[in-house]
């Protein structure tokens, strides 16, 4: 195993990006393979762990490298290219983590901060807004938590649970933090689907589980706004992923036409880089990720401008970082799937061999993409175009 040279505090962005770019290379040699056999990366996990890139977005006074958000999505968007699962896995460690800074109060905010920094924790997701089974109940000085939560990206070989509950008459959802091997916690390990094979999304069940009253979230009142903004951060996540596969797929593509892709007889060319159509092909597709690219890379900057305001963040600057990231997710989603099936338009029939894997990144994407429907970003482009309207925040916008 090849020892990484892994990043401090007195390192540069640089440093991180050179550190990221040694994994990816590694992992792109077996991503094919672990594409096919599906279940836990645990070697890819433990790689990442030596890397110190868990604590990439954790402020540098609590024991983190004080990355920004362009930073860790830019590397996210790199391990994307290559291995998407990896890339899934690594951009819920960083939704997880800051879980307690936008939903909680700041002593619970540098608690898990510190504690995370130190015992360098794999957080994984529990937040799946649409899954209400778990049930929060108070029991004396803490609560008991009850329930499975179904598509807990990173569940297994995770640390600690970002878990999103219900109790009776409170609006809304209570924010725990719930560590993986407390009692009653149960990693199923149920994720069976065709794409984003290795993120072990699958359902966590919990059985009478304790928390202590200060293990639920509590955000001060000043944070109205910026409580809300983890969806933002959740969806320019997924913008930036869906980005990374698309082009993955174009550079695979590339590298194929040049070196195996023949020149069709009727073509009256030699080599089918001079054929009229597959120029064309690659003519459009890239076109589309110069668009994809800019709109995402924008959408990434706005996230970052909004991330530094904290409490300071208003409404209206929320709303319209919003407006950003769908106009890119809706985008990026739509040549992403067109691009992962054009590829084989310009590679050909031999292209479509199970040793060569290329299916994986429409499998990976058309999987990714249907987390929330597409259609409801345009939804909320279009009413802020026509009636200047921004979303009202939630968990999806």
């Not at 540069?12 to 792109?28: G, K, P």
């Not at 510190?114 to 799946?128: D, E, H, I, Y």
């Not at 802020?384 to 968990?395: I, V």
Request: hydrophobic share 35%; with cysteine.
């Amino acid at each position: 195993m090849p020892t990484l040279t892994t990043p401090d505090l007195n390192q540069t962005t640089q440093d991180y990006y050179r550190v990221a770019d040694e994994l990816i290379q590694e992992f792109a040699a077996t991503a094919i393979e672990r594409d096919r056999q599906g279940g836990t990366a645990q070697h890819e996990r433990d790689r990442l762990r030596q890397s110190k890139l868990l604590n990439l977005v954790i402020p540098q006074e609590y024991g983190g490298l004080g990355a920004s958000w362009e930073t860790a999505l830019n590397i996210t968007r790199r391990f994307a290219q290559v291995d998407s699962s990896i890339a899934h896995l690594f951009s819920y460690q960083h939704l997880g983590v800051v879980a307690p800074h936008v939903f909680g109060n700041e002593e619970q905010a540098v608690r898990y901060y510190t504690q995370s920094a130190k015992n360098n924790w794999f957080w994984c997701n529990g937040f799946n807004p649409l899954d209400r089974r778990v049930i929060l109940t108070p029991d004396g000085n803490g609560y008991r938590i009850n329930g499975t939560k179904s598509f807990c990206s990173g569940s297994v070989d995770s640390d600690i649970i970002p878990l999103s509950t219900v109790q009776e008459g409170v609006e809304g959802f209570r924010i725990a933090i719930v560590p993986t091997t407390r009692e009653g916690v149960e990693v199923l390990g149920d994720w069976n689907n065709m794409g984003q094979r290795q993120t072990d999304s699958g359902s966590i069940r919990f059985t009478n589980v304790w928390v202590d009253a200060d293990e639920i979230l509590s955000p001060p009142p000043e944070s109205t706004v910026f409580r809300t903004f983890r969806s933002c951060l959740t969806q320019i996540t997924f913008a930036n992923i869906y980005l990374g596969i698309a082009q993955g797929a174009f550079q695979a593509a590339k590298g194929y036409t040049k070196t195996q892709t023949r020149a069709w007889p009727g073509s009256e060319v030699e080599s089918a880089t001079e054929d009229p159509y597959i120029l064309q092909h690659y003519g459009e597709m890239a076109i589309a990720l110069e668009a994809a690219t800019l709109l995402t890379d924008r959408a990434t900057s706005l996230v970052q401008a909004a991330w530094e305001k904290q409490y300071a963040l208003t409404a209206q600057e929320r709303g319209e970082c919003a407006v950003a990231i769908a106009t890119a997710k809706a985008f990026v989603t739509k040549i992403g799937i067109d691009i992962t099936s054009k590829i084989f338009d310009v590679m050909g029939t031999r292209a479509t061999s199970s040793n060569y894997g290329f299916d994986r990144y429409w499998r990976n994407l058309r999987t990714f993409t249907l987390h929330d429907p597409v259609d409801y970003k345009i939804r909320v482009v279009g009413n802020w175009a026509l009636n200047d309207e921004l979303p009202t925040p939630d968990f999806y916008t």
